[in-house]
């Protein structure tokens, strides 16, 4: 078999998405637009993958510098689309074989269509093969305009150089193709600029190929949003919805219950375990895996975290890189974040807080609590109110509460500081000292009640 290789265009400026960013990092479903089509792209294992900057080169390339693999082809100024694939040629010297050539603002593409282009592309010998659907509104699109006689691709025109007729065509060019390597930049270097942009075109190849006698085939797709191209906020909505919508599909299919697909946002490296209950608005980014049997109800936002099997969290909770372990209880309004792990059975209630904690198995921190660098026991029970003091102003300092302690409500433990096993702290203690196990540690101004104070002061007005 020949060798495959890859360049992906993505020096355009974007200029309809009105932003300072450049677009290829916008994000549809949590991920760059780049990162979409670097996956389509790996997808054919290439013996090469080369990506075209130019505009806010140096923000692309610092965004994927750790992608193994990946080599950047720097086009300045951007001299439109043919113009672009030419900067790629110095990494591409000596390479045969298949050229497939990407957009980076095309994200929806699918394996298996890049598959069939280059299978049909290859038995077919072309010299180039085009990637095309019909749309119900070409407009913006190159149009494939077809030979009369023999229904041949003849050459692609782009919408701003249309005639009448050739507007009317509602196949389009997606900006996709596979070219072998051999007359590629050769004829690339005879594209003109004389058009509407005056731009190098790149699908004016079709034209200088099929005038050289060479070989020119086109892969029609069935469904033309895998084709989509983003090139406003309008369109980026769009694919997004596209993405998050084949997901949710997709889990559903798995046996996965989305109670509201149209609200629900599921990240493409996400998982979730068969039997998973997802309510209304639930938000699952990065690379989050949620177990079977789980309830995550209506609000809840989880970002790389891992929720075991069984584990219930209520509403409107936001988790974050942390563990939940089997059948814990989370929420509602409950704030885990970062390095935290809640242990088998453990339950955090409202407005309770965990930073860099660990909470063991059966333990409850079930009201208004903020834990951040604490090291939680077994069945310890955190009383209403409770607060960590871990911050001195300069430093973080751990607490440290053993198995079995039993932490009264509205107590301060200002760490560093230890309380033992099976300790109980009294309600309202502001604890500075370690708690001995098996101890009371009561830290409180002691209650003066003064009988008959009320009556006097009456009297004394
Ligand atoms: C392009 C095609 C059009 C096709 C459409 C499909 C051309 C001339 N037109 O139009 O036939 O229907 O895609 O989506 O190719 N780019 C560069 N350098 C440049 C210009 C563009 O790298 O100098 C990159 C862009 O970043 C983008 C891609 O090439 O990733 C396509 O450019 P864009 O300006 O979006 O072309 P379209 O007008 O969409
Ligand atoms: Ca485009």
């Given at each position: 078999m020949s060798e495959t290789h890859v360049v992906v265009l993505a020096a355009g400026k974007g200029t309809r998405m009105m932003s300072a960013?450049?677009?290829?990092?916008?994000?549809?479903?949590?991920?760059?637009l780049i990162e979409h089509v670097l996956r389509a792209a790996d997808s054919l294992r290439p013996s090469s993958l080369v990506l075209v900057v130019g505009h806010l080169a140096e923000r692309v390339e610092a965004s994927l510098r750790k992608r193994p693999g990946l080599r950047f082809a720097l086009q300045d100024p951007q001299l439109g689309t043919g113009h672009a694939l030419l900067q790629?040629?110095?990494?591409?010297?000596?390479?045969?074989?298949?050229?497939?050539?990407?957009?980076?603002?095309?994200?929806?593409?699918?394996?298996?269509?890049?598959?069939?282009?280059?299978?049909?592309?290859?038995?077919?010998?072309?010299a180039a093969t085009v990637l095309t659907a019909r749309v119900e509104r070409p407009q913006g699109y190159g149009r494939v305009v077809r030979d009369a006689q023999d229904g041949r691709i003849s050459y692609i025109v782009e919408d701003k150089d249309a005639a009448p007729h050739e507007r009317a065509i509602d196949e389009i060019n997606s900006g996709i193709y596979a070219f072998a390597l051999e007359p590629l930049f050769p004829a690339l270097r005879s594209i003109g600029a004389a058009n509407a942009q005056g731009e190098y075109y790149l699908p004016d190849l079709v034209r200088i190929f099929r005038e050289r006698g060479l070989v020119v085939e086109t892969v029609s797709l069935d469904d033309a949003r895998e084709i989509l191209?983003?090139?406003?906020?309008?369109?980026?909505?769009?694919?997004?919805?596209?993405?998050?919508?084949?997901r949710v599909e997709a889990l559903m299919a798995d046996g996965v219950s989305i109670v509201d697909p149209a609200s629900t946002w599921i990240g493409p490296d996400v998982l979730v375990g068969a039997d998973t209950i997802?309510?209304?608005?639930?938000?699952?980014?990065?690379?989050?895996?949620?177990?079977?049997n789980c309830v995550i109800n209506a609000?809840?936002?989880i970002v790389d975290s891992t929720i075991d099997d069984g584990a219930i969290v209520h509403n409107f909770c936001v988790i974050t890189e942390s563990h939940i372990a089997s059948g814990a209880r989370i929420g509602p309004f409950a704030h885990i974040r970062p390095l935290s792990d809640v242990g088998e059975n453990a339950h955090v209630g409202?407005?309770?807080?965990?930073?860099?904690?660990t909470l063991g198995k059966r333990s409850?921190?079930?009201h208004l609590s903020y834990l951040g660098d604490a090291t939680i026991g077994e069945d310890v029970n955190v009383g209403a109110g409770t607060i960590t003091c871990n911050y001195d102003g300069t430093a973080k300092h751990p607490t440290v509460i053993e198995d079995g302690v039993f932490v009264g409500s509205d107590t301060q433990l200002v760490a560093p500081v230890r309380i033992g096993k099976g300790a109980y702290v009294a309600a309202g203690?502001?604890?500075?000292?370690?708690?001995?196990?098996?101890a009371l540690g009561i830290a409180r101004g002691k209650q003066v009640n003064k009988p008959g104070w009320v009556e006097k002061r009456k009297k004394k007005r």
């Open positions: 960013e450049p677009k290829v990092l916008h994000h549809a479903l949590g991920l760059p790629a040629e110095p990494h591409l010297r000596g390479a045969s074989g298949t050229l497939v050539l990407l957009s980076g603002d095309v994200p929806l593409l699918r394996a298996a269509t890049l598959r069939a282009l280059v299978a049909a592309h290859q038995s077919r010998q072309a191209g983003v090139n406003s906020r309008r369109e980026l909505a769009d694919v997004t919805a596209i993405l998050r919508n084949a997802v309510h209304p608005n639930v938000h699952l980014e990065g690379r989050t895996r949620i177990g079977s609000g809840v936002r409202n407005f309770t807080e965990l930073k860099k904690t409850k921190a079930n203690s502001s604890i500075v000292e370690d708690v001995p196990a098996g």
